[in-house]
Nanobody, 121 residues
Framework: QVQLVESGGGLVQAGGSLRLSCTASGSIFSSNAVGWYREAPGNRRELVAGITSTGITNYDDSVKGRFTISRDNAKNTVYLQMNSLKPEDTAVYYC???????????????WGQGTQVTVSS
């Protein structure tokens, strides 16, 4: 079964840190980029950070200098290290990727189930 599984969310005080993980199971990340998105109540889903297969990264201006995206291809996992968290970072965080199975089937624009991050002031 092809899945993207996010983990690592939780409740943290402002200024604290969390590390999110996104693991592909039943498949691997394709050669395309992997992205972390977030969606706060009443807001549209927005891109937080992305990373290519070669490790090139990009960040939304609101998280630059605080968040770091990285990947471990051997573990089929992408991480989002979040430091200096602010209450406005509160949202459900989703991982998005194109996946490929051993049989060569592609699953494009695949989303995980999301993980809640809540930052208290």
């Amino acid at each position: 079964q092809v899945q993207l599984v996010e983990s690592g969310g939780g409740l943290v005080q402002a200024g604290g840190s969390l590390r999110l993980s996104c693991t592909a199971s039943g498949s691997i990340f394709s050669s395309n980029a992997v992205g972390w998105y977030r969606e706060a109540p009443g807001n549209r889903r927005e891109l937080v950070a992305g990373i290519t297969s070669t490790g090139i990264t990009n960040y939304d201006d609101s998280v630059k200098g605080r968040f770091t995206i990285s990947r471990d291809n051997a573990k089929n996992t992408v991480y989002l290290q979040m430091n200096s968290l602010k209450p406005e970072d509160t949202a459900v965080y989703y991982c998005n990727a194109d996946l490929m199975t051993e049989g060569g089937h592609y699953y494009y624009d695949y989303w995980g189930q999301g993980t809640q991050v809540t930052v208290s002031s």
